[in-house]
Nanobody
Framework: QVQLVESGGGLVQAGGSLRLSCAAS????????MGWFRQSAGKDREFVAG?????????HYGDSVKGRFTISRDNAKNTVYLQMNSLKPEDTAVYLC????????????????WGQGTQVTVSS
């Protein structure tokens, strides 16, 4: 079945930008809604962004990242991206790629599979 490999994490200064990638293999990527969650020490997993299987249809963002992060997908490459701008220290977390097999990718409770994650650290 689907396998997710996140990349692009690292250490950046506050105000900087970072682009995360999630490459999917197996399954049928074009039928999945995709999303990003994040998890930091002592906190619950937080929904960051989601996108429907129809890349031009609809996206949804958590309140804390609206206006700063952008999710996109390239079905030809079986890849979903998260462009993160104006990063803040509170964005520090492990970012996990996620699959919504129903295809919508717009409701946090609809995601049912996550990758291993990539660490993002934002210094002040």
């Amino acid at each position: 079945q689907v396998q997710l490999v996140e990349s692009g994490g690292g250490l950046v200064q506050a105000g900087g930008s970072l682009r995360l990638s999630c490459a999917a293999s197996g399954g049928t990527f074009s039928t999945y809604g995709m999303g990003w969650f994040r998890q930091s020490a002592g906190k619950d997993r937080e929904f960051v962004a989601g996108i429907t299987k129809w890349s031009g249809a609809s996206t949804h963002y958590g309140d804390s990242v609206k206006g700063r992060f952008t999710i996109s997908r390239d079905n030809a490459k079986n890849t979903v991206y998260l462009q993160m701008n104006s990063l803040k220290p509170e964005d520090t977390a492990v970012y996990l790629c996620a699959v919504d097999h129903q295809g919508f990718g717009l409701r946090a409770e609809s995601f049912d599979y996550w990758g291993q994650g990539t660490q993002v650290t934002v210094s002040s």
